[in-house]
């Protein structure tokens, strides 16, 4: 190894160590009115860190406790990995926390699941009060540490999941703490995920979801292709990028792998496509048909098939139409008034624990 390689590699290997490290905190010694609750989040952008429909309902639960409950509370996102950072693929007026000092006596801390042993042990330290929001219940054991995770975990004044497949997940690991679990919904806009009556011959997916899975679909399908229909990956769009580009599709691919209740199957649907593929066991609570077509995870030929059976009705004039009333029976699911309740619900559990 030359002499400029190894000095890359200890430039590397510090820069790592400095990202996965977690940030000092400090403490905020002033005195505010209301109560703050603040989101950590991991960055997520188009080019370099990927995009991430978690941090997505990060910004978006922080942003509805603004709108539905200032004065009296304040939320605000927190990037510890890059304080100056902000999200801008999809549109918000999320607040951002420019600072890692917080306030222990008003301020409460939302952990995602991800970094719930990094950051943990630090708010146990200051006597910072703090929740885990797992959004993936197959990540709780993320850093293999049994130890680690029970700490982090049995020490959390509240534990939010997103789906009935993540509450069950923290249910499993830590039956002796079930009281403290609070499922939480989030909102995805039916005035922006709304169907196009002008449908095309597309079929669209995300390729960075188990890329190996899309790679061997693509493969096999596209011998059986017609002409007349196409294939478009959907690669580091905004979120404006993509409703245009669902709402032209007819077909949606999903590949998800262990997931808590992902975005992107139910925002094709709700633009009308008809969506074929993995449920990543947390998208089971909407997995119903006829707009969705459930592929055990790894039957690729039954995943083409499947695939190839759906192109065919509609070019023989029998495919998939979506039905308004089976549309809004999903937007309910994921309402504004679900959402605002979790929240509200939330802002009480959060105003009693920081006032005991």
Not at 17 to 38: H, L, Q, V, W
Not at 196 to 219: A, D, E, G
Not at 252 to 279: D, H, M, R, W
Not at 322 to 348: T, V
């Amino acid at each position: 190894m030359t002499k400029l390689k190894q000095v890359i590699k200890k430039i590397i290997t510090t820069y790592e160590k400095y990202i996965n490290s977690p940030k000092r905190f400090g403490i905020d010694n002033s005195f505010p009115d209301e109560i703050i609750i603040t989101y950590l989040s991991p960055l997520s952008d188009r080019k370099r860190h990927g995009i991430s429909g978690g941090v997505k309902i990060i910004y978006q639960q922080s942003e509805e406790i603004n709108n539905l409950l200032s004065p009296k509370f304040q939320s605000q996102v927190l990037h510890p990995d890059n304080i100056n950072f902000i999200c801008n693929w999809f549109e918000h007026s999320a607040k951002i926390k420019r600072n890692l000092n917080f306030n222990i006596k008003k301020e409460f801390l939302i952990i995602p699941e991800v970094w719930a042993e990094k950051y943990a042990p630090q708010c146990k330290l200051l006597g910072l009060k703090y929740g885990i929001f797992v959004q993936n219940g197959y990540l709780i054991a993320s850093t293999n540490n049994n130890t680690s995770t029970f700490f982090a975990y049995h020490n959390a004044e509240i534990i939010l999941t997103i789906s009935d497949d993540t509450t069950d997940c923290c249910k499993l690991a830590f039956p002796a703490i079930a009281s403290k679990i609070m499922r939480v919904h989030y909102f995805v806009d039916p005035n922006k995920f709304k169907p196009n009556q002008k449908k095309n011959n597309v079929i669209t997916y995300m390729p960075r979801k188990i890329p190996k899975h899309s790679k061997l679909v693509i493969f096999f399908l596209e011998k059986h292709l017609p002409e007349n229909w196409k294939i478009i990956p959907i690669i580091n769009m905004t979120e404006n990028e993509v409703i245009k580009t669902i709402q032209m599709s007819k077909i949606f691919l999903s590949f998800s792998e262990f997931e808590g209740c992902q975005l992107p199957p139910i925002e094709a649907a709700l633009t009308g496509n008809k969506v074929i593929g993995y449920t990543g066991e947390g998208g089971k609570e909407y997995w119903k048909p006829p707009i969705f077509s459930e592929i055990m995870m790894g039957d690729i030929k039954c995943f083409v098939n499947e695939i190839i059976s759906e192109i065919h009705k509609y070019d023989t004039n029998n495919g998939f139409i979506f039905d308004k009333n089976e549309i809004q029976k999903l937007a309910d699911l994921y309402s504004k008034e679900r959402e605002r309740n979790d929240i509200l619900r939330l802002s009480e559990k959060i105003k009693k624990v920081l006032l005991s």
